[in-house]
Nanobody, 124 residues
Framework: QVQLVESGGGLVQAGGSLRLSCAAS????????MGWFRQAPGKEREFVAT????????SYADSVKGRFTASRDNAKNAVYLQMNNLKPEDTAVYYC?????????????????WGQGTQVTVSS
């Protein structure tokens, strides 16, 4: 059974930082792209970041570009999201997603595997 488990969420003041982790088990994602999405209350799930199988290609939503950095450690079957200069509008549940393909995608439809999410709350 494939599982993605996020951790590292929490409550932080505006301007602070958090580092999210996503540990995968049940299959290796070393040949697959991974993504991060978020969903705020009353809003649709939105794209945050994606990272290629090698980690060499990343893309970000405009709203987080320059503040968030995605990375991965294929030896650990894990991906990370470093979030700096957090803003209240970053408050959401953050989800890790695993693709069946190498191609990066900014659409939730491009990912077959999802974690349960971790809450990030940024106070003003």
């Amino acid at each position: 059974q494939v599982q993605l488990v996020e951790s590292g969420g929490g409550l932080v003041q505006a301007g602070g930082s958090l580092r999210l982790s996503c540990a995968a088990s049940g299959r290796t994602f070393s040949n697959n792209s991974m993504g991060w999405f978020r969903q705020a209350p009353g809003k649709e799930r939105e794209f945050v970041a994606t990272i290629s199988w090698s980690g060499g290609i990343t893309s970000y939503a405009d709203s987080v570009k320059g503040r968030f950095t995605a990375s991965r450690d294929n030896a650990k079957n894990a991906v990370y999201l470093q979030m700096n200069n957090l803003k209240p509008e970053d408050t959401a549940v953050y989800y890790c997603a695993g693709s069946q393909y190498r191609i990066n995608s900014q659409s939730p439809a491009g990912y077959a595997y999802w974690g349960q999410g971790t809450q990030v709350t940024v106070s003003s």
